[in-house]
């Protein structure tokens, strides 16, 4: 099962990270008001791992703090 991470503070988005206008218009966009971190992923990680997630199927997890909720 896929998951489509939302705005991750990684090298790729560090750039944007450091530009305090763009990332003000793309935290602005997340409801959790934060990109994600490593941390955010343990939780979905830990479920897909366990038997909590065996009947689970053809869907996608979305990883994003609210982003595509909007």
Do not use: C, H, K, Q
């Amino acid at each position: 099962m896929p998951l489509p991470p939302g705005y991750i503070a990684t090298d790729n988005t560090e750039a944007s990270r450091n530009d305090p206008s763009r990332a003000e218009s793309i935290l602005a966009r997340i409801p959790r008001a934060a990109g994600a971190g490593p941390e955010d992923f343990a939780g979905p990680a830990v479920f897909l791992a366990s038997a909590a997630s065996d009947y689970v199927s053809g869907t996608i997890l979305t990883v994003d703090g609210g982003w595509m909720g909007r």
